[in-house]
């Protein structure tokens, strides 16, 4: 992966988070997938107590078992499988194994899928996130840690819009309260299921074309190992209501990680793969951002990770935001909602003007 990213992995030191995890109960979501597995790996290196590996997927959940198992037979594993929009089964769960610090990896992340499919985007990554988070506080665990993302940043799409929502929702939550909440917010995962590289290794075995989206798309990458040892160095930093941003160099270009990437099985972009364009996807943006304007950043003690101040938002707004969006996906034909929650969303999200959440592209301006 570090040759398609073309730059070697950033070294981090990771014993202030092994001392941080060493004995206790961690409960990962999400743990079947590629952030939530690689997650349960490094953390089972630290010595937990327990690791509880809570996944909807169960082929996925049976996998990280298996391996944590083979890997660390020292360490109990425990594999639960359950749905986070569930919240009996999360409270049984969070009484059963009292989990001290939580991991909340799970979400629907895959962008333009969520803006054909904006119901259960709602349901899983704002009310689901919700669920463990008010368990996490009922259970008085120490720590929950949210994964969010670069596309909660001025979002273009559904996925992002849901994902920024989490992130004031979760702030507002973690007022006052014995557990620390930690937002920690980073780009695209180099390797992960669902990104452009099995894609391009897909295509470049079948002898191609290489499908990019536009020539000028640019995107922030690091490793799953690099994302994952950030993380865990951003959690012994926490102390309640922060947003962490991990920096992740310079963005690349797309079109440049397919070049580098056919080259690296020998062959010859445009000779002997040919590459096509196939024009953004609805939800998509040209370049990402880690933060935007109103958010002020400020550097921390390591120098990979970055403090940022969140915008300021109207907690009772939020609060009639999320309330519309719970009984539009409980009582209407989610069908029909995608247009709707958009609307909602973007009343809300009033860093961009209302309408400009997820435009299809047969709307978008030639030049965009």
Not at 209 to 223: E, G, K
Request: charged letters at 25%.
């Amino acid at each position: 992966m570090e040759d398609i990213l073309g730059r070697e992995s950033v070294p981090i030191q990771l014993h202030e988070a092994a001392e941080f995890v060493q004995g206790k109960a961690i409960l990962v979501t999400g743990a079947g997938g590629s952030i939530g597995s690689e997650l349960c790996k490094q953390i089972s290196g630290f010595h937990p107590e327990k690791i509880i590996l809570l996944g909807h997927g169960e082929n996925s959940i049976y996998n990280i078992e298996s391996e944590l198992k083979n890997k660390f037979p020292e360490i109990d594993v425990e594999a639960v499988i359950a749905d986070i929009q569930d919240k009996k089964r999360l409270n049984d769960v969070f009484s059963h194994y009292r989990p001290k610090i939580i991991f909340h990896a799970a979400a629907h992340k895959h962008v333009p899928m969520m803006e054909n499919n904006a119901s259960e985007a709602v349901k899983n990554n704002i009310f689901g996130t919700r669920n463990v988070a008010q368990c996490a506080i009922s259970y008085k665990a120490e720590c929950f840690v949210f994964i969010s993302s670069d596309k909660a940043v001025r979002s273009s799409s559904v996925m992002g819009a849901t994902k920024r929502l989490a992130e004031f929702m979760l702030l507002n939550m973690g007022k006052s309260q014995a557990t620390k909440f930690l937002i920690v917010r980073f780009g695209n995962v180099l390797g992960s299921r669902g990104s452009v590289v099995p894609l391009f290794k897909r295509q470049i075995e079948d002898g191609g074309p290489v499908t990019v989206t536009h020539p000028d798309m640019v995107r922030y990458f690091m490793t799953i190992s690099e994302a994952v040892q950030l993380v865990l160095l951003a959690v012994t930093m926490a102390q309640g209501g922060e947003i962490l941003i991990l920096d992740m160099g310079k963005p690349v270009k797309i079109l440049d990680l397919a070049h580098r990437l056919i080259r690296l099985t020998g062959l010859e972009p445009d000779k002997d793969i040919q590459i096509v364009y196939t024009g953004i996807r609805p939800g998509e943006k040209l370049a990402e951002q880690l933060f935007s304007p109103e958010e002020k950043i400020n550097k921390t003690k390591h120098d990979f990770i970055f403090a940022c101040e969140p915008a300021e938002f109207s907690n009772e707004n939020l609060l009639t935001t999320i309330s519309s969006l719970e009984k539009m996906v409980s009582s209407e034909n989610t069908f029909d909602l995608s247009e709707k929650i958009r609307s909602v969303t973007g009343q809300f999200l009033a860093e961009y003007p209302i309408g400009t959440v997820s435009r299809r592209r047969e709307d978008r301006p030639a030049n965009e």
